[in-house]
């Protein structure tokens, strides 16, 4: 009889078999020497999962594998519910069908997790072509939630730094099944989403912090279920509605401690930065060496793809050296970092350059930008700022004021 596991790794599924197949070869070969369970929620599969899940899952771990076969979908959380209340272990682990586990992966979460005052534990997740899809969850200034650092390469060092977080995800969680279950599980009113942000509230309304562990890498494809975000604002409502007055901003304060500002644009569109002096001192380095520009620049990008002043530079050698096609093609690919309006003109002249007239979307972008509604912005910056105010929070009290002084002069420090 095999002896109890100390996880138990519970995998929703709902066809994309290749992807299944993927993550459970990996768990067979990256598993070994841990006590564990495997029990897979097929969600009512018609693909090969139907007739090639449970084979292949009693070849790949025996006795210690189980699925559970539901007679319709049920969604994430029902899945997920429904596995961990079948399983054994004192500890669960959520994992997505469309992750692929590394060497090594699940050791150091489970050190992680031994601390009391921790109450789940993800891995640093990364997208196929090796840049960051997960690192933890942050909430701006306005309430939106979004993946801290997400696309920018996994060498990024700020990716791998710790930080204290309000919510990770459940595509790669790692909990103790008495605190699931103390928190009632994953609320089952949501429909594949944002039911790991609430699950994530209700673990830190009991005094336990999120972590992710960089030394544990998992691949993640990402978003693989058909209709993932159907469901996108009625989740969005009732998070809302559950845990608004718990969810408290805090990209400002994840960027600060990796030494990094958030920008807010007249849409209220965020991103991130290098502060100015830091932006001078990296400028100063690549113009040291006028020759070499556009090496340096893509060597300093490499480390710091943040340094804003850096993107603009290379695409001033390149429009020199290549020409505009090749400064769009390069700048196309990172104006994300930084969407506010001289990014936008910057795009829209190279992209007139190259094809002979402006790109319809990119003027939309714009349009947007300079047609923003300040009055209902402002308004919204206000009640930020009234929050922040309550909270004590005086770096994004600053950082309202800027915007209010800078897009409502009127309306600043009200």
């Known amino acids: 009889m095999p002896e109890s596991p100390i996880v138990s790794i519970i995998i929703p599924v709902c066809n994309v078999w290749d992807k299944t197949l993927a993550c459970l070869r990996s768990l067979g070969q990256y598993t070994k020497g841990h006590s564990i369970e495997i029990i897979v929620v097929d969600n009512h599969s018609t693909d090969a999962t139907s007739t090639e899940l449970t084979p292949l899952g009693a070849s790949l771990f025996g006795q210690v594998f189980r699925t559970l076969r539901m007679a319709e979908n049920l969604g994430f959380a029902k899945a997920c519910n429904a596995g961990a209340a079948a399983a054994s272990a004192p500890l669960l682990y959520f994992l997505n069908n469309d992750t692929v586990v590394t060497p090594n992966w699940l050791g150091p979460q489970l050190v992680a997790?031994?601390?009391?005052?921790?109450?789940?534990?993800?891995?640093?997740?990364l997208y196929p072509d090796n840049t960051v899809q997960h690192c933890g969850i942050y909430v701006t200034p306005f309430g939106e939630v979004g993946h801290l650092y997400e696309q920018l390469p996994a060498s990024f060092a700020a990716a791998r730094r710790?930080?204290?977080?309000?919510?990770?995800?459940?595509?790669?969680?790692?909990?103790?099944?008495?605190?699931?279950?103390?928190?009632?599980?994953?609320?089952?009113?949501?429909?594949?989403?944002f039911e790991d942000v609430d699950l994530c509230l209700s673990l830190g309304r009991k005094g336990l912090g999120m972590r992710v562990e960089p030394r544990?890498?998992?691949?993640?494809?990402?978003?693989?279920?058909?209709?993932?975000?159907?469901?996108?604002?009625?989740?969005?409502?009732?998070?809302?509605?559950?845990?608004?007055?718990w969810l408290i901003p805090d990209m400002h304060a994840l960027a600060a401690s990796d030494g990094?500002?958030?920008?807010?644009?007249?849409?209220?569109s965020t991103w991130l930065a290098l502060p100015d002096r830091r932006q001078a001192e990296l400028t100063a380095a690549a113009k040291?060496?006028?020759?070499?520009?556009?090496?340096?620049?893509?060597?300093?990008?490499?480390r710091e793809p943040l340094w804003r002043h850096g993107w603009l530079l290379l695409t001033q050698a390149l429009l020199q050296r290549a020409g505009p096609a090749e400064a769009l093609k390069t700048f196309f690919a990172q104006w994300w970092l930084f969407p506010d309006e001289a990014t936008?003109?910057?795009?829209?002249?190279?992209?007139?350059?190259?094809?002979?007239?402006p790109d319809a979307q990119l003027g939309d972008m714009l349009r947007k930008e300079l047609e923003a509604d300040l009055t209902t912005n402002a308004q919204m910056v206000r009640q930020a700022r009234k929050k922040a105010s309550a909270r004590h929070d005086l770096s994004l009290l600053r950082l309202c004021d800027t915007w209010l002084e800078r897009y409502a002069p009127a309306e600043a420090g009200v």
Request: hydrophobic residues 40%; contains cysteine; glycine residues 8%.
């Open 113 to 125: 997790l031994d601390a009391p005052e921790v109450g789940a534990v993800g891995p640093l997740l």
């Open 162 to 193: 710790p930080h204290t977080l309000q919510a990770i995800t459940a595509a790669a969680m790692l909990l103790r099944a008495r605190d699931f279950w103390d928190c009632g599980g994953f609320h089952e009113g949501y429909v594949n989403g």
């Open 216 to 245: 544990s890498i998992v691949w993640h494809h990402a978003s693989q279920t058909p209709g993932r975000f159907l469901q996108a604002s009625a989740n969005s409502a009732l998070l809302t509605q559950r845990q608004g007055q």
């Open 260 to 268: 990094y500002e958030l920008h807010i644009g007249p849409t209220l």
């Open 288 to 302: 040291a060496r006028p020759a070499l520009l556009e090496d340096v620049c893509r060597r300093l990008l490499e």
């Open 344 to 357: 936008l003109r910057t795009m829209q002249d190279l992209h007139i350059q190259v094809y002979g007239s």
